[in-house]
């Protein structure tokens, strides 16, 4: 697969655009209470400590490949409805045409990983195959959250693509240090 880092747009409708066929397997769905979140997920979706969010876990395939790892954490009162069926499919569809959520975009940080045991035995490659993890947090017009999600693509199967801009003068460092990820031995 080929992305454009630019624009967000839905794993699903990629691949049907570029003639393949996408599957999502669910793995978790269901409403959790904020307590039972982590609390630095709560505070990036600036949710109150009553309301409740989504937890989904997917794995999402092109062509019988499974491509990602996905766990993610939607806002219930921006979606009170999600069923099963939708979140097999398109979540951008779904927020969109079924609740008339307007969303303007995510911010994210993708950075390079080893894949630990588990996570490699879901992609169906090797224990400490490189992989592209994603986090994320997605907003509506308005700057509202609605999810945030962790992915984990399979290094092998993606390239990104982004067109630069024009030379400008150098601005501030904006990044994060990288920080070791638990139950893996080293940096990627």
Known sequence: MT???????SF???????GKVPTTSL?????????????????MLRVQPTERLWELDRLRSIDGITMILENRFVVESLCPYLTRAQVQGSLYQTWTE???LAIAGADEVVRAVLLTNEEAGHLQVPARSPGLEVVAVGFLDGERPLWWEH??????????????GPIRSVSPFRGQPRQHREGTDDAA
């Open 3 to 9: 992305y454009n880092l630019r624009p967000l747009v």
């Open 12 to 18: 699903t409708e990629k691949a049907r655009a570029a």
């Open 27 to 43: 793995l978790t769905f269901g409403p959790l209470k904020v307590a039972e979140v982590d609390p630095e997920v709560v505070a």
């Open 98 to 100: 079924s609740y008339g």
């Open 151 to 164: 992915t984990l693509d399979r290094a092998d199967q993606y390239e990104f693509q982004s067109r630069l």
